[in-house]
Each structure stands twice: as C-alpha cells, then as structure tokens.
C-alpha cells in the first residue's frame, strides 16, 4: 500500500509542499483502500451469485447447457450492478 500511495503521489509532485503533502498522503491512501473494498465486496457478491445459480443447475449435467445458462444469468447480474 505504501508503495501505491508513493507512485501516486509522484503524480503531484508539483502540487506538493511541506504544508499539504500530509493531507495528500492521507487522501491517496483513504481512497486506495475503499478502491480495494468496493472491488472485493463487488467479487464476493458476484462468486455468491454463481455459486447459488451453478448450484440451483446441477441437474442439468450437460456442459453446454451449464454454460449457456451461465453466461445469461452472470450478463443480467452484471448488468444490474453497473
């Protein structure tokens, strides 16, 4: 994380002072980390997702069903949360 804060900050270094860097320091690195949390929370809803309706299709145990079906369902889920 450090790391990713100081590429960024590069990025401002005209910007940069000895008056605002701490608050430019504090800005990058609240906001990687709810970059991070919005994308993992977004994972795990989506991995829930499949594995209710994968779940809800073992019946059909053909690939090629299995796989049409989930296609459609993760499109339309994926739709709906953009």
Known sequence: MAQDVYVR?????RMLCAETIKYFIFTIARNLVT???RRYYKRQEVTSYLYEHTVAYTNERTVEN????GRHEVREFIK???
């Open 9 to 13: 900050l590069m990025d401002y270094d």
């Open 35 to 37: 970059d991070y949390l």
């Open 66 to 69: 299995h796989l049409r079906i």
């Open 80 to 82: 709906q949360c953009i």
